[in-house]
């Protein structure tokens, strides 16, 4: 072993040395310049000896063998080759070594002093680079490399007593001795054992081995060059960037927690959502409240429009506190940045209806909906605040003065559409007075890659073309410009008249025409392109398009039409067809039902296609104004021709511009609203189910939790599954996890027994994933009632499944009163399987965490569902309609209903900190998000994990100075009920507050104390020494407190506080009140039990709709009886069909008509839930009678109201023409072996194996009185030739082909058509003419056959692959022509070359060498 001191003596030596150079380094040491240059020279050396022995050494590290390897070595030789590697030390004078050290990390450490002070070596001290010093000690080949390995003894021997400067000085010594001792052998190189001969033959071969020091050189400086600019390795380099982004580890992230802003309003999406991203939005400010507050209030919704601006409407006279309400809203919102629930809970006088003098008058102006609302409207309106001054900084860089612009499309934009056609506008106007002024983007535009920006192709519209012509001169003849029309149509009257023309319009236009009579156009396509210049402008008016917009919003019509797909697709029972054919239905009307999200799904999977118009009446109307607004009041005929050619301007703005552009927006506005509407619905029914207390039985009291034991068989297979039992105690901890095989044999029942005799939970919670778990709910009732199973009505004495049952109990042997029940199972689904399972129980089974689930949720539905995060949205809320929303939208519509139950419940924070469970519900408090909660808990837990007073978020620098206002009265600290408050009024910072653990925010709580004091009658004299909130505690702990709570006046004083400095607290004070007299009280509803239905639909899945009377369902027999029969449904539903219900007799026994296990159908005839007794069976009815009608009628679709009928009996008709075509085509049948039922396809795959010349008679496409014929022509080539019946009247049938050739029969028309043409086409495929293969390859023998003769011509002939039963001649005159192709008719008689109709092949060939 090497010494440990010797070790620690180098430590402790390199220290000095590193402390000494430093303090000579700060005093300004400095050397003699000789000395300098000397060191320089040597370091020179020095430093590039190191980098040759970094290289080497990594070779050998790299050649080293393994110690597996060296054991083999010695195994086999004998040789011991370790000793090989230990390093030996001898002294100046070449004294002999010591033994060697059989220390592996001596050598490592007592290495020599150049090793110690090379600076890329690493220190002693560095323990995580240790491993590099073994590397350094490593063995060398190279002679000079072992010389700088060299320990000398008298070193180490005084070390201890040598400073730096005489270490530095024998270093210098025996780097001198070493540069004599080579340059000796240089000069007698037979020292080195080489004689001089060969010294000369090498350096003539070699050279001097400096020839490329220069190269090396190089190398060296960049190798530290590129060490010296290698970045820091940080996370970014070492994980996946999805998986940066999971952990929100991001640089966005990293703002988000850092700024003083609520996380949700700093994030454009939901914060559930997996790819959130960071806001970059401009915050309003005072001066933009006013604008957004009108705007924001006229849209909050149409019911609030007509009560509160209507004249006629109930709450006119609170028009204007609705507005102020609003506006002190945004203002909360967008320029304090406090969270909605921050505002409904502390400044909801601000946004009621607040009056000194009528206190006694409360009208809510605002409800939470309504906030929320006005929220998202805000965040519109800052959007357009955003683009308005990105639109005005544009106008502005085009240096024009434009009046309309400024004074009458400026005032009126008021949405991000009327933005958007502004720009389009300007850019239109003032194109070539500036081509790039629009080239700006917006916050919430996509960010798009700087690429290199390529050259445009040229796009000039017709407008621009004809706007730079003298047709814009033309145009101006109309008499008015395109914006003085629009600002008429605005006005609603004639402000700007029409300058009247002397000439009628073709007149007029005439003047225009170009004197050169080769280029000039007719005066009548001058006037189209004027009138186009004129419809263009107006189409594009910002204002006429709003207009447009603002008629399709309450006039628009929607209709609805199958494509050829969809109307065989779409039947009776689809849920498309209720709006197959819908018809002019509006689009008021579908604004609060998801049909036109169902339509634009059924647009997607190319089913039906959507029409969007305005009705005629509006349209007309719309028009009429526009006309008026253009037109002259003149009577004389030009004036009315010229009124004419204005009514068609006006008609082509309208279909060409203004009419799409509605259209376009009306569908976008339409799908936003109603997915709006959806969200907003999916939100509330998740309000429904969370906004509720945990379950508690009658003696407990609001806010305990409640121990529970879930039970559930999983599926309820007895051969498989075990009854798995799972006990939560209050703190919702696991304390007990049981399975038993059943509850029938005498053993498991004393089990189940004992166990609730054990533990005693409060209530027990039912779950599985199949109907047997109602035989498992009835068993355990009968077992904790200590009451005898109830018998069933469908089982007559037979087993339930779990095989013979034991003797019953006595009635009330033992009873424990603890209620069972069903719950919702949904989250205990999704978490049996999830990853968060997986980690918090990784023991236990998937039903056994199924159980945990169920049990959670009864202990915290809101808890349980928050803790499943972006997984929320599979959960379904709304069954059938829920997948037509975006994902995002869902996330963010459920995420504010968690926010607002959350912050209604509060979340206690040290518990939080400590429980990783209840921790899910910290993100969703005011102020908080999952970011902030993250590093609020991280701070908290380096704190010790538990907070004593609100003021630690503050003092701790927990929480940011918003964030804490948002927050603060949200976050309860729990007290300790034995704690006392401190007598000193002074000494708070880690004394309990017992306004901490109420709803009240800290700024309220001089209103608290006040409050306390008036009621507790003291005065400040009586509390002066005491803590501040020591009154509080007095009331709390008060038996009266309620009365003397009461008994204030806090109307009155909410009256004083407004008069003194303008704080509306009224609703705080009842607040103050209330959380006085019950802290943090429990304000959710009760726990609710599930329905019938919902039971079944758990368990099940059928739901009253696919479960209901009249309804024909698959059944299978699982046991007869003499007067029933038990059947199941797929769904595992069990029921019974009396033997009335079996046959039309009606007597016939049951084992006479079904067998045990067989499948039938069956028509439900009745639906009997029982939910006390855990029943649940159908009735049902298998005779023929029932089931011959169908259920077509219960299984329509209902169809829309408004209906498009004669369209559907017009497309019923003509599907009915197809079917029946299909059905006499499919029938026909001639006595024929030639003829088979076959279509063209069936037909050649048919013929594809037989010869050529066979032949396929089939029915034809084209009628009854048609026949086809299909004969093989060649491999893969088939004619169909089409025949025609004619009845000649005389009993017998004509058979026509090609209006030329007519048979008597089939037989005729194969052996005279079909066989003689075969032979024709063998006789020409036999000819040495005919090539085969394609014409392509025909072509290429051409050419080459001409290449190689020169003087000749070719030709040749091929089968034609496109007309089959034709052949292609092809020839070549000579080399510098082109083959030229003519066509070839085979006819049964004769060949057609053209016209020319020939008898045989060389009469063929004749005629085409004639032609």
């Not at 499309?409 to 790039?436: C, F, G, H, N």
Request: glycine share 4%; charged share 35%; proline share 5%.
């Amino acid at each position: 072993m090497a010494d440990p001191q010797a070790i620690s003596d180098d430590s402790s030596e390199e220290a000095e040395e590193d402390e000494e150079e430093a303090r000579r380094i700060r005093e300004g040491f400095i050397v003699d310049e000789d000395e300098d240059e000397e060191e320089d020279d040597d370091e020179t050396r020095h430093r590039r000896r190191k980098r040759r022995k970094r290289r080497h050494r990594r070779r050998d590290e790299e050649e080293a063998l393994e110690d597996d390897d060296l054991e083999l070595l010695e195994e086999n030789t004998g040789t011991s080759f370790r000793n090989r590697l230990t390093r030996l030390r001898r002294g100046p004078d070449g004294g002999s070594p010591p033994a060697p050290s059989t220390s592996k990390r001596k050598p490592i450490v007592e290495s020599s002093e150049d090793d110690l002070d090379d600076e890329d070596l690493p220190q002693v001290q560095d323990i995580q680079r240790i491993w590099d010093d073994e590397r350094a000690g490593g063995g060398r080949d190279d002679e000079e490399d072992m010389d700088d390995f060299i320990d000398y003894e008298d070193e180490d021997e005084g070390a201890g007593a040598m400073d730096e400067q005489e270490r530095e000085e024998r270093r210098r010594e025996r780097k001198k001795r070493e540069r004599e001792r080579r340059k000796a052998i240089g000069s007698r190189p037979e020292l080195a054992g080489i004689d001089d001969m060969a010294w000369d033959e090498i350096h003539g071969v070699f050279g001097d081995g400096h020839d490329y020091d220069w190269a090396l050189l190089g190398d060296d400086d960049m190798d530290f060059e590129e060490e010296r600019l290698k970045p820091e390795m940080r996370y970014q380099d070492v994980f996946e960037p999805s998986e940066i982004r999971a952990r929100m580890l991001t640089e966005d992230d990293d703002l988000i927690r850092a700024q003083d802003i609520p996380e949700r309003m700093q994030l454009a999406t939901s914060s559930l959502s997996q790819s959130s991203t960071l806001s970059l939005h401009q915050n309003l400010t005072e001066a933009d409240l006013d604008d957004a507050a009108m705007w924001v209030t006229v849209r909050l919704s149409p019911r609030k429009t007509r009560d509160f601006f209507s004249p006629e409407g109930p709450y006119n006279m609170y028009r204007e506190p609705l507005v102020m309400a609003v506006t002190y809203a945004l203002r909360f919102l967008f320029v304090q940045e406090f969270e909605v629930p921050y505002i409904w809970t502390h400044k909801r006088d601000y946004i009621s209806y607040f009056n000194p003098q009528e206190m006694r008058t409360r009208v809510q102006l605002i409800s939470l909906a309504e906030l929320w609302r006005i929220y998202a409207l805000g965040q519109k309106y800052r959007s357009l605040a955003q683009r308005k001054n990105a639109l005005a900084l544009s106008y502005a860089r085009l240096n024009v003065v434009d009046e309309y612009f400024e004074q009458t499309i400026r005032p009126k934009i008021d949405s991000v559409e009327v933005v958007t056609d502004a720009t389009e506008w300007l850019s239109m106007t003032y194109k070539l007075k500036k081509q790039d002024a629009f080239d700006f983007q917006f916050h919430d535009d996509e960010d798009q890659a700087e690429t290199r920006k390529r050259k445009a192709p040229s796009r000039i519209s017709a407008y621009e073309v004809a706007k730079k012509s003298i047709v814009s001169k033309l145009a101006d003849g109309f008499g008015i410009k395109p914006r003085e029309v629009v600002y008429n149509f605005v006005a609603q009257e004639n402000v700007h008249f029409v300058d009247d023309q002397e000439l009628n319009p073709i007149a007029f236009a005439e003047q225009f025409t170009d004197p050169d009579a080769t280029v000039a156009q007719p005066a009548e396509e001058l006037l189209r392109r004027a009138r186009m210049i004129l419809a263009t402008e107006l189409g594009k008016d910002p204002l006429l398009r709003q207009a447009m917009r603002d008629l399709f919003k309450t006039d628009a019509l929607i209709s609805v039409l199958p494509t050829e797909r969809g109307m065989a697709k779409i039947d009776e029972h689809h849920p498309y067809f209720n709006f197959k054919y819908l018809h002019h239905k509006s689009i008021t009307q579908m604004m609060d039902t998801p049909q036109f999200l169902h339509i634009l799904a059924a647009e997607a999977e190319l089913l039906v296609t959507v029409s969007t118009f305005l009705t005629n009446e509006a349209k007309s109307k719309f028009e009429r104004r526009l006309n008026d607004a253009f037109a002259s009041d003149s009577y004389s005929d030009t004036a009315r021709a010229w009124n004419e050619e204005r009514s068609r301007v006006v008609q082509e703005a309208l279909e060409q511009h203004l009419i799409p552009v509605g259209v376009k927006w009306a569908r976008e506005w339409l799908r936003e609203e109603v997915e709006d509407t959806l969200a907003a619905h999916c939100g509330n029914v998740l309000r429904e189910r969370i906004d509720v207390a945990p379950y508690i039985t009658p003696e407990m009291k609001p806010g305990d939790t409640a121990s529970v034991l879930a039970v559930s068989w999983g599926k309820g297979d007895p051969q498989k599954d075990a009854i798995t039992l799972v006990f939560l105690d209050e703190a919702g901890r696991l304390r007990e996890h049981i399975k038993i095989d059943n509850l029938v044999d005498r053993d498991y029942q004393d089990e189940f027994t004992d166990l609730l005799k054990r533990r005693r939970p409060d209530v027990i919670v039912m779950g599985g994933l199949s109907m047997a778990t109602t035989k498992l709910s009835s068993k355990v009732r009968s077992l904790v009632n200590g009451e005898p199973p109830k018998s069933d009505p469908t089982a007559n004495g037979v087993t339930d499944g779990w095989g013979p049952s034991e003797p019953p109990r006595e009635a009330n042997e033992q009873a424990f009163n603890i209620p069972v029940m069903y719950v919702r199972d949904e989250v205990a689904r999704m978490y049996q399987h999830s990853k968060r399972a997986a980690e918090e129980f990784s023991a236990l089974s998937p039903v056994a965490k199924y159980c945990v689930g169920l049990a959670r949720y009864v202990q915290s539905p809101l808890n349980e569902y928050s803790a499943l995060g972006h997984d929320i949205t599979a959960i379904p809320l709304e069954d059938e309609d829920q997948h037509l929303i975006p994902k995002e939208k869902l996330l963010l519509a459920l995420e504010r209903t968690l926010v607002d139950v959350t912050n209604k419940v509060g979340v206690d924070i040290n518990r939080a900190v400590n429980d990783s469970y209840y921790q899910h519900l910290l993100p969703f408090v005011c102020g908080l998000g999952p970011r902030k909660a993250q590093v609020l808990v991280k701070k908290i837990s380096a704190m010790g994990g538990n907070l004593i007073n609100r003021d630690q978020f503050i003092k701790s620098s927990l929480l940011t100075t918003k964030i804490f206002l948002n927050a603060a009265g949200f976050l309860r600290i729990s007290r300790d009920p034995e704690a006392k408050l401190s007598k000193n009024r002074h000494a708070d910072d880690d004394v309990q507050d017992p306004l901490d653990d109420t709803r009240i925010h800290p700024e309220d709580y001089e209103l608290a104390r006040k409050m306390a004091t008036d009621a507790l009658e003291l005065d400040e004299e009586d509390i002066h020494d005491e803590h501040p909130s020591h009154v509080v505690s007095v009331i709390m702990q008060d038996a009266d407190n309620e009365k003397k709570l009461n008994e204030l006046n806090l109307d009155e004083f909410a009256v004083s506080m407004y008069e003194a400095n303008e704080d509306r607290k009224r609703h705080t004070l009842n607040v103050i009140r209330e959380e006085l007299l019950k802290p943090f009280s429990e304000q959710r509803a009760p726990f609710p039990s599930l329905g019938p239905w919902d039971v079944l639909t758990m368990l099940s899945g059928e739901t009253p709709r696919t479960l209901r009377m009249g309804l024909i369902v698959s059944i299978m027999v699982i046991r007869l009886e003499q007067t029933l029969v038990h059947i199941r449904l797929d769904s595992g539903i069990e029921g019974v069909i009396d033997i009335g219900y079996l046959t039309e007799d009606g007597n016939i026994a049951p084992k006479d008509v079904v067998k045990k296990g067989q499948t039938i159908p069956g028509v439900i005839v009745d639906v009997k839930l029982d939910l006390p007794a855990d029943q649940f069976f159908v009735k049902v009815s298998v005779r023929q009678s029932d089931l011959r009608a169908g259920d077509g009628l219960f299984r329509f679709v209902k169809r829309d109201d408004q209906w498009n009928l004669p369209q559907f009996e017009r497309d019923l008709e003509m599907q009915a023409r197809k079917k029946r075509a299909e059905i006499d085509r499919t029938r026909r049948v001639v006595k024929h072996p030639n003829f088979h039922n076959f279509n063209a396809t069936q037909a050649e795959n048919y013929l594809d194996k037989q010869q050529r010349g066979d032949v396929v008679i089939r029915p034809s496409s084209k009628g009854v009185d048609h026949l086809a014929v299909t004969w093989k022509v060649d491999d893969k080539l088939y004619q169909h030739i089409d025949v025609t019946e004619i009845n000649t009247g005389q009993g017998g049938n004509l058979l026509i082909v090609d209006e030329k050739h007519q048979y008597a029969d089939l037989d005729e028309l194969i052996v005279n058509h079909v066989q003689a043409t075969a032979r024709k086409v063998e006789e020409l495929m036999a000819h040495e003419k005919f090539k085969h293969g394609s014409e392509d390859e025909l072509h290429m023998f051409l050419k080459n056959f001409v290449a190689a003769n020169p003087a000749k011509s070719i030709y040749g002939f091929t089968l034609n692959r496109r007309k089959p039963g034709h052949f292609n001649l092809c020839f070549l005159a000579n080399k510098n022509s082109t083959v030229q192709t003519w066509p070839v008719r085979v006819m049964p008689e004769s060949y057609c070359l053209f016209d020319a109709a020939v008898a045989g092949v060389p009469e063929l060939c004749d005629a085409f060498k004639v032609r």
